[in-house]
């Protein structure tokens, strides 16, 4: 679920819980407001956990191509992912 998905959630449980008075037999919109609250902030608060636990990753690999006299010529890739919050380098 996304966080979008999420406030969608807690927002139409709001407006079931405090906006509709509207009476269903055998099902009171009340309570299925607030549970789709608590969906919603369960899935928001998962959500915002997730993009947190990005954490910056950097892979080297180590390649050594040979040139056609023999030689051989290293060279270093580097690809580094940062998250949003790290300061600028």
Same mark, same amino acid.
């Given at each position: 679920?996304?966080i979008?998905?999420? *406030?969608?959630?807690i927002?139409? @449980?709001a *407006?079931?819980?405090?906006?509709?008075e509207?009476? $269903?037999a @055998?099902i /009171? +919109?009340n309570?299925v407001?607030? +549970? $789709?609250? $608590?969906g919603? +902030?369960?899935?928001?608060?998962? @959500? +915002?956990? #997730?993009? %947190? %636990?990005?954490? #910056?990753?950097?892979v080297t690999?180590?390649?050594?191509? &040979?040139?056609?006299? @023999?030689?051989?010529?290293?060279?270093t890739?580097v690809? =580094? =992912? #940062? #998250?949003?919050? /790290?300061?600028m &380098?």
């Open positions: 679920m996304t979008a998905g999420s *406030i969608i959630l927002m139409l @449980g *407006i079931l819980t405090w906006a509709v509207f009476d $269903l @055998g /009171d +919109i309570v407001g607030v +549970i $789709l609250m $608590l919603g +902030i369960v899935g928001l608060v998962f @959500g +915002i956990w #997730r993009l %947190n %636990n990005v954490r #910056r990753t950097a690999t180590r390649t050594t191509p &040979v040139s056609p006299v @023999g030689t051989v010529d290293p060279r890739t690809y =580094e =992912e #940062r #998250r949003y919050d /790290d300061p &380098v």
